[in-house]
């Protein structure tokens, strides 16, 4: 089951490339959650 993300959480994104890493920054009445991308991709 996937839980619900809380402003301030990271989230782990798993792509071909390795982990990538975003941080649900806050949530907008016209555009919704935004969220930051942190720079890199990390090996698994």
């Known amino acids: 089951m996937a839980k ?4 301030g959480d990271v989230v782990e994104i798993v792509t ?5 890493y975003a941080q649900y920054s806050h949530k ?5 959650a ?3 991308v942190f720079k890199g991709v990390h090996p698994v």
């Open 4 to 7: 619900r993300v809380k402003i």
């Open 34 to 36: 935004l969220i930051r």
């Open 28 to 32: 907008n009445a016209m555009y919704g």
């Open 16 to 20: 071909q490339g390795g982990l990538a």
